[in-house]
């Protein structure tokens, strides 16, 4: 299906609380004169599949496009990856930082910290060449008195951490690098399964973190659930979303 005919439909409905089957069939007649009832089932098909639209009725429909999360990288995050890159090219490694999540939060952070996940064989050697390349607090795998003395303490804190295999990750093309970073889906594990090192969204942070991360951004429920699962959270994840989020869970495609 064009792109251009999916974006034109998004444009045209995303104000509208719904539209039927008749109205989109209307709408596909302006681009393809010619359109077959089979085929336009199929078009229906590609929409809902690419969570364009999604069915709230019998032949009643709804925009559910969102855009997908791409976050500003920070000098320090692209400090961090270029010096990476550098010396550990064929690594795998992901990059993110606490200050993205100010958008989902009610209580905003201005103290900065990154975390680094890396290769398990790579995370000594990366941690020994970043502390002694750039101006920062390297932590490896910090423990429970690290976390509550040393890095709250620290001004740009910079952990450094095995990164779990298969882990959701996504690149940012910068005009030096391309920069891998965390997704949000595994952003939103990570947050459960390293309750200690993300202290601070605990609680009713998580709720907005999660509530406002699910009204803003496209997120792949099949990726966050595998990934939730080789982390040991899947079924806390869905309870805390069944409720928190009523009615949500049934009501998703995964992807």
């Given at each position: 299906?064009s792109k251009?005919?999916?974006n ?6 995303k104000e509208?609380?719904s539209?039927?089957r008749d109205e ?5 007649l ?7 009832e089979?085929?336009f089932?199929w078009?229906?098909y590609?929409l809902?599949k690419k969570?364009?639209i999604?069915t709230i ?7 559910s ?8 990288l920070?000098?320090?995050?692209l ?11 064929e690594?795998q490694?992901?990059i993110?930082?606490n200050?993205?999540?100010?958008e989902?939060?009610?209580h905003q ?8 996940e ?5 995370t ?10 750039l101006?920062?607090?390297f ?6 008195k690290?976390?509550e ?16 295999t ?10 030096k ?17 390293d309750?200690?090192?993300y202290h601070?969204?605990?609680?009713s942070?998580?709720?907005n ?5 699910i009204d803003?951004?496209?997120i ?12 040991k959270?899947e ?21």
């Open positions: 299906m251009i005919v999916e034109k439909i998004i444009e045209a409905f509208r609380s539209f039927d989109l069939f209307q709408f596909y302006e681009f393809e004169p010619e359109l077959k089979s085929t089932s078009r229906i590609e809902k969570d364009i999604k009725g019998r032949g009643l429909y709804v925009i496009y969102k855009p997908k999360f791409k976050p500003v920070s000098d320090n995050v400090k961090i990856a270029t010096k990476t890159n550098e010396r550990f090219e690594i490694y992901a993110w930082e200050q993205w999540l100010n989902f939060t009610q952070v201005s103290n900065q910290m990154i975390v680094v890396v290769e398990k064989e790579f000594n050697s990366l941690y020994y060449y970043l502390n002694e390349n101006p920062m607090d932590f490896l795998n910090p423990d429970d690290e976390i003395f040393y890095i709250s303490e620290s001004n740009v804190p910079v952990v450094i951490k095995r990164l779990v298969r882990a959701p990750i996504q690149k940012i093309k910068n005009k690098a391309a920069v891998p970073i965390a997704t949000l889906e595994k952003i939103m594990v990570d947050l459960f399964a309750e200690n090192l601070f969204y605990q609680g942070e998580m709720i973190i999660y509530q406002n991360i803003r951004y496209n792949n429920f099949t990726k966050l659930f595998s990934y939730a699962k080789r982390r959270k079924q806390e994840i869905k309870q805390f979303i069944s409720r928190h989020i009523p009615n949500f869970l049934e009501d998703i495609q995964y992807d």
